[in-house]
């Protein structure tokens, strides 16, 4: 019987638009951008010119600090070009894909007879191995210190969420050859949700022999990967363990020693309460949104098209690509057209709050399974303040670790406070849900990152 | 809808930088954001937010005093007709629109001031103006008696926002409850004028309504008659209905507990803070009576004075109060006893909340040190074992 860890805390919001479980057939115009920016806390350096010719596995860029991460692309195709935004950042590279694709062959392997070192070397030559991150910092990580354990949450459970059994299906053995090689590094967990068909199938391609699974059982943020750091082996000082919270990624790892090729298709979903059918579609990494987008939305009026999730994501446009670690494209009205008079007394029954001077307790309780959707928009829906309420963000963190005492901590830039407060264990996305429930609407999320880039900067 | 937008959007330019009007723009925005919800959306982190804002809860905070402030206006009117001898020919319109002008001049000198000062010092800094003086503001007239001049409600309004609130840094910096330091203001400063037997009941007829009372005229509050050393003459039931002399909004125990309840079920007070707060009252009041320090039994040191009022209003607010879990517990006990200690061993305060509440805001950053400080040693020790 796998560890079962059950947390109370937390948020699961219900939005309209989840995605129906039915394959969506796209023709792709064979235009695709890989976005450092999707890699966090990676400097690039872009390896290739306009009009170079690469194969899908081929290096765009590399991570300028450890030149050995390199970044594959997804398709075969030429260059178009490097676009570069102010004091010449990278802000992505174009490439034209061929209509015959040509990937590079890295030779299939046998992932049990490799120790840790060749799976790292195998991963780092075939440009996946940035898309494995880190705590402490929360960024892309580095083959220069050996972590201490790896953590793999196969647990999507952010709003709307693209479903990962749905997605792994028929790809199991992908998924346990990645996770297998994956133990050859380190000592390898497995977070899982409560699904127990999912847990049966995983336990029987043997993932519960390479990986120690651990099953989550609460809301919303159960499945962060820092989340189940902290319940199962908190970061300390000085100490660095690699997580991977897009369990696609391993099937990326598993495709390549399972087939020799760099194959970064991944499944999506097309969802929120603006998608006329909200439905899943494969689709490389990089792959441009527009052809999936196409008449996809009521575009009469002001959208959102966010590259991820409501929580997590970030805002695109229609001409935008598919992030590196996306597994939804949620699409939801902007709001800044409504017009909502003297909101802060009326009864605002169509909108979600924890807060029950709202209605959304009565509307949604606790007994009740079907749960009322909301209609969700961009607007922040208040003013800036200081900090007032007390716990709103305890509430929705469910760590050993006191949220307000560490934004704080933040923002005064204090580090040694940071520290002792453990910084090292978070990652902005955990304090998302923070985020969305904070009465003062401040933006949590911005201000950990910063803290985290700080320090990086600090103790390098 | 369309059209309140449109007013805004026109008169916005007028308010912007070399506008006319721009030494009014934190007024405008003020007003703009009272009538219509912001269209600000987010630019980073999290597409969606919560609808809750600080608008929100500080308007159910004011919802939640209502029925204390009705209450307390009728009561007004109630004791003057009482001493007045004619409560028998008084309609109840009578009683509660005399109270209803007797008390709000305070509210609206209250308002005036402190939102002035608050309005006047948004535009200063250049921020938006924030919201915490809704609930001060309607506080600080509910917890001075009656009696009080106006001009001194004024000079402690701003006192208070001043010195205790805009020079820290604004709502949510504070340290002291900006409501707690305008009555400790009034009672160091003016101490005729809040403690006594002469400045519970209204004396004066407001429009041809009321009574004027006879010069000379005392009426004590049973805490005033305990701290003199005899026994209230009152039952727990007739104090907890609150008609009797006393502050204005602090009275009736009942109305109290109808405010206590939205603010337990919407969750904005914490009921940690204010179960403990009543916890601590209880336990040391029962040490005193089984030590024979005071003749008081417990249920009718909860019903007298502000206790009640301060448990439910002042010692929950977020700002000054704990922020870790385990510290409200710590923070609302210490109130609490402490409050009935100050009553019982203290015959010069004959109420002691305002003092607990000014000393629970005074310790609450350093028992949020000893929690906080709590998990950063098992954080150390936990790195330090490995």
């Known amino acids: 019987m796998a560890n079962v860890i059950k947390l109370s805390k937390g948020l699961d919001i219900h939005l309209q638009g989840a995605a129906e479980e039915k394959l969506i057939q796209l023709k792709s115009k064979g235009q695709f951008a890989l976005v450092p920016d999707d890699f966090e806390g990676v400097t690039p350096k872009v390896v290739v010119k306009a009009g170079d010719k690469v194969k899908a596995g081929d290096a765009l860029f590399v991570n300028k600090q450890y030149p050995e991460v390199k970044f594959a692309s997804p398709v075969s195709g030429t260059v178009r070009e490097v676009v570069r935004g102010e004091r010449r950042k990278v802000l992505c590279i174009r490439v034209d894909a061929d209509d015959r694709q040509e990937q590079v062959d890295y030779g299939k392997k046998d992932v049990s007879k490799m120790d840790g070192q060749a799976v790292i070397n195998a991963l780092l030559e075939a440009g996946i191995f940035g898309y494995i991150n880190q705590l402490p910092y929360a960024v892309s990580t580095n083959p220069s210190v050996m972590p201490k354990a790896i953590f793999v949450s196969a647990l999507r459970d952010k709003p709307l969420a693209c479903d990962f059994q749905y997605e792994v299906k028929g790809q199991e053995m992908d998924f346990v050859t990645g996770l297998m090689a994956l133990s050859k590094i380190a000592k390898t967990y497995l977070g899982l949700g409560i699904q127990p068909d999912f847990q049966a199938e995983i336990r029987k391609l043997g993932a519960d022999k390479v990986a120690e699974l651990t099953i989550f059982d609460g809301p919303c943020p159960a499945g962060n990967v820092g989340v189940q750091v902290n319940h199962l082996a908190p970061v300390n000082k000085g100490e660095v363990v690699w997580t991977i919270g897009d369990p696609t990624v391993v099937l990326f790892i598993g495709r390549l020693f399972n087939t020799g090729k760099v194959d970064l298709r991944r499944r999506v979903a097309l969802c929120g309460s603006e998608v006329k059918s909200p439905a899943y579609v494969d689709m490389l990494v990089g792959e441009e949104l527009s052809t999936l987008l196409a008449n996809s939305y009521d575009a009469s009026h002001s959208v959102r098209i966010i590259n991820g999730n409501v929580l997590t994501g970030r805002p695109t446009t229609k001409d935008g690509y598919l992030g590196a670690h996306t597994s939804e494209i949620t699409v939801i009205p902007e709001g800044d057209d409504a017009d909502e008079l003297l909101g802060w007394i009326l009864p605002r029954f169509s909108q979600f709050s924890v807060n029950r001077s709202y209605f959304s307790w009565l509307q949604n309780p606790w007994f009740c399974s079907k749960k009322k959707e909301y209609v969700a928009d961009a607007r922040i829906k208040g003013g800036e303040r200081h900090m007032i309420m007390s716990g709103e963000y305890d509430r929705v963190l469910p760590m050993d670790i006191y949220g307000e005492y560490l934004i704080k901590a933040i923002i005064a830039g204090d580090i040694d406070r940071q520290e002792a407060l453990g910084i090292y264990e978070v990652s902005p996305e955990d304090f998302a849900l923070a985020e969305f429930v904070d009465s003062s609407k401040l933006e949590l999320q911005r201000i950990v990152r910063e803290g985290l880039n700080i320090l990086r900067k600090e103790n390098a | ?386």
């Open chain 2, 1 to 386: 809808m369309k059209a309140i937008r449109n007013l805004f959007d026109k008169m916005r330019p007028s308010f912007e930088e070399n506008g006319k009007l721009h030494a009014f723009r934190s007024v405008f925005d003020g007003f703009e954001t009272f009538a219509l919800v912001p269209n600000d959306t987010s630019k980073s982190g999290v597409n969606i937010h919560d609808a809750i804002d600080s608008k929100r809860i500080m308007s159910m905070v004011v919802i939640a005093l209502m029925p204390a402030m009705l209450f307390g206006m009728y009561n007004i009117g109630y004791q003057n007709y009482l001493y007045a001898g004619t409560l028998a020919e008084a309609s109840f319109l009578e009683i509660f629109c005399y109270g209803f002008l007797a008390v709000l001049p305070k509210i609206l000198v209250s308002y005036i001031v402190g939102l002035g000062i608050e309005f006047a010092w948004a535009q200063w800094k250049g921020e938006e103006i924030q919201e915490g003086y809704l609930v001060s503001g309607i506080i600080i007239p509910l917890i001075v008696p009656i009696g009080c001049p106006l001009w001194m409600l004024a000079l402690a309004c701003a006192f208070s926002v001043i010195f205790c609130k805009e020079i820290f840094g604004g709502t949510g910096m504070n340290i002291f409850n900006p409501a707690i330091a305008a009555r400790m203001f009034l009672f160091f400063a003016y101490p005729s004028k809040m403690t006594g037997d002469t400045v519970w009941v209204a004396q004066d007829s407001i429009f041809g309504l009321g009574n004027t009372l006879p010069d000379g005229f005392t009426a004590a509050t049973p805490l005033g008659q305990v701290a003199q050393g005899t026994s209230p003459d009152l039952s727990v039931m007739e104090m907890a209905i609150g008609l009797i002399p006393g502050s204005i909004g602090e009275t009736s125990v009942i109305a109290i507990a109808i405010g206590a309840c939205l603010l337990l079920v919407t969750g904005i007070a914490s009921w940690r803070t204010m179960c403990s707060v009543f916890v601590g009252g209880i336990l040391m009041s029962v040490v005193f009576k089984q030590t024979g320090m005071t003749e008081l039994c417990w249920c009718q040191q909860m019903v007298m004075g502000g206790f009640a009022f301060g448990a439910v209003f002042m010692a929950t607010d977020p700002v000054t109060s704990c922020r870790t879990t385990t510290g409200q517990y710590i923070y609302g006990f210490i109130i609490g006893a402490m409050a009935i200690i100050i009553r019982v061993m203290n015959a010069g305060y004959p109420e002691g909340m305002m003092l607990a509440i000014f000393f629970g805001n005074m310790i609450a950053p350093t028992i949020d040190h000893f929690v906080v400080e709590r998990n950063i040693s098992k954080r150390l020790k936990r790195g330090g074992a490995k």
